[in-house]
């Protein structure tokens, strides 16, 4: 079963501190469940990533053709990292 990480919430009414960042959904619970062993982080990513597209039912999502050429450039040294240090992202 797949299992995404996401937030709803950009600044609104119910939530003023929602950004629409899916790497602060992924701090948020990253703390929240104790995922501190490399293999939780990399369920984290697959949760942010591959889940998330398959539970979106996008089909044309990764490094292939014909998949969407959009990208997020988080530079860091480890995946660990970027969940870590939360806003340090750059958008290209």
């Known amino acids: 079963m797949p299992v995404a990480i996401g937030q709803d919430d950009i600044v609104d009414s119910t939530y003023q501190y929602g950004d629409g960042d899916p790497l602060t959904a992924a701090h948020v619970l990253l703390h929240f469940a104790h995922m501190n062993q490399p293999r939780e982080v990399a369920d984290l990513w697959d949760m942010l990533l591959e889940e998330s597209a398959q539970t979106?039912?996008?089909d044309t999502y990764g490094?292939?053709?014909?998949?969407?050429g959009s990208?997020?450039?988080h530079v860091v040294t480890i995946h660990l990292m970027s969940c870590a240090q939360?806003?340090?992202?750059?958008w290209s």
């Open 86 to 90: 939360g806003h340090h992202v750059r």
């Open 56 to 58: 979106i039912g996008v």
């Open 63 to 68: 490094l292939k053709e014909g998949a969407e």
């Open 71 to 73: 990208i997020i450039i």
